[in-house]
Each structure stands twice: as C-alpha cells, then as structure tokens.
C-alpha cells in the first residue's frame, strides 16, 4: 500500500505564506489527489484536488491564495497557501481519493 508523508507545516503569521509538500512511496501519476484539513473541534474538509493530469479545483475560500501542484516522477504533491489567515490553523493531510489513502498530517498554526 502506498505511504504519505506531509511535511512543511509551521508557525506562521497572518498575511505569511507556506508550502506543504507530500511524498509518496509509491506511483501516484494515475490518482487523484487532495489536500484536506481538521481544525480543532471541527470536521476534516477538503482544501482542494488535482486530477492526474493536474487540473485542479479548490473549496470557495482557498480560492485565489492556495494551489497545488503534483509531481508524477517524483510522486510528490504541493500545497500552496498564501495570505494565511488564523482561520487556516489546521492539520493538513495529504489524500489519494482513488484509494482513500490518507498521511497522517502535518501542523499549520497562523498566528501573530
């Protein structure tokens, strides 16, 4: 089964940017793909996804300041994310919807 592993997350302030990045162990070039997110004492949500051929498509609010970006050789995905809010504090997670295979996360605090 293939493994993700997000890496990135960090303390951040309002206005910042930050990359998330995804490796995977396996080939992920056919799948499609997501990033999601879980706030404390809330439910996880999309962020947005990218198909194999890299069109992608983003929830209302990540609209205009978070991309993602795929790597087909190097099974990598990226999460783009700029003008932070502290609303965007969450755990990330990494997704291949075909499998419903999830990472286990990684940690974006925004805050002054």
């Known amino acids: 089964q293939i493994q993700l592993v997000e890496s990135g997350g960090a303390l951040v302030q309002p206005g910042g940017s930050l990359t998330l990045s995804c490796e995977a162990s396996?080939?992920?070039?056919?799948?499609?793909m997501a990033w999601h997110r879980e706030a404390p004492g809330k439910e996880r949500e999309a962020v947005g996804v990218v198909t194999p051929d890299g069109r992608t498509m983003f929830m209302d609010w990540a609209n205009g300041r978070f991309s993602i970006t795929r790597d087909n050789v190097k099974n990598t995905l990226t999460l783009q994310m700029n003008n932070l809010k502290p609303e965007d504090s969450a755990v990330y997670y990494c997704?291949?919807?075909?499998?419903?295979?999830w990472g286990r996360g990684t940690q974006v605090t925004v805050s002054s």
């Open positions: 997704y291949i919807h075909d499998l419903r295979i």
């Open positions: 396996g080939s992920i070039g056919t799948y499609n």
